[in-house]
Structures are given as structure tokens and as C-alpha cells.
């Protein structure tokens, strides 16, 4: 089992920055993928961003591309969402999700571990 546990939302005016941290713990060698998701009021959980753990290429939604960076820490075992140029459109619960398959993947269900989702409010 992993377990993952996210820090680091919070309350930010548009245009400002904030970072999440995703510390994993448990049986992480098996970790291939670490991924950001976000799900707004109403909506579908959705893909942010992600990275492969051996090697960091990573992957971002569109609307996320140069303002947001994801990243990792091997010795920790932590990732980290750097979130800069924040529009009140970003404001969702943010979860880490791990990978355990060879292949990226932006959908949600293919993701087996879950943290318990940090709250992210950019107001206007």
C-alpha cells in the first residue's frame, strides 16, 4: 500500500502563487507516476499535471502549461505543484494520486492511491 498525503492549499488573490506538497509513504518503489487532479464544485475530478518518478518527464493539462510546474523530491518522496499566475477558475480540492503502471495516464480512475485532497481558493 501507499499512502499520500497532501499540504500546502490555502486562500491566494488571483495572480498570486501558492505550492502543494504530495509526501508518499508505504510501498513507493512501485510508484511510476505521480499526478496532480482537481475537482471544482460540480464538476469531474480532472487532470493537472503529472510525472514519472525514475527519469521526472512530466505532463500538464493545457490550461495549467507555463504557470504551473510539478516536481520531485526521490529522497523525500515527495511532489510538489508550484501554482504561480492563479485565476479564480483554479479554485478546486487538489489530490495527489500515484501510478503504479509503466504509462502515463491522465485519467482518474487508472490511478490507484489517493490523498485526502488539499483545498485550493483563488478569489477575484
Known amino acids: 500500500q501507499v499512502q499520500l498525503v497532501e499540504s500546502g492549499g490555502g486562500l491566494v488573490q488571483a495572480g498570486g502563487s501558492l505550492r502543494l506538497s504530495c509526501a508518499a509513504s508505504g510501498r513507493t518503489f512501485g510508484i511510476y507516476f505521480m499526478a496532480w487532479f482537481r475537482q471544482a464544485p460540480g464538476k469531474e475530478r480532472e487532470f493537472v499535471a503529472a510525472?514519472?518518478?525514475?527519469?521526472?518527464?512530466?505532463y500538464y493539462q493545457d490550461s495549467v502549461k507555463g504557470r504551473f510546474g510539478i516536481s520531485r523530491d526521490n529522497v523525500k518522496n515527495t511532489v510538489y505543484l508550484q501554482m504561480n499566475s492563479l485565476k479564480s477558475e483554479d479554485t478546486a480540492v487538489y489530490f495527489c494520486?500515484?501510478?503504479?503502471?509503466?504509462?502515463?495516464?491522465?485519467?482518474?480512475?487508472?490511478?490507484?492511491?489517493w490523498g485526502q485532497g488539499t483545498q485550493v481558493t483563488v478569489s477575484s
Open positions: 510525472i514519472r518518478w525514475s527519469g521526472g518527464m512530466t
Open positions: 494520486a500515484a501510478r503504479s503502471t509503466t504509462w502515463i495516464s491522465r485519467d482518474a480512475y487508472e490511478y490507484g492511491y
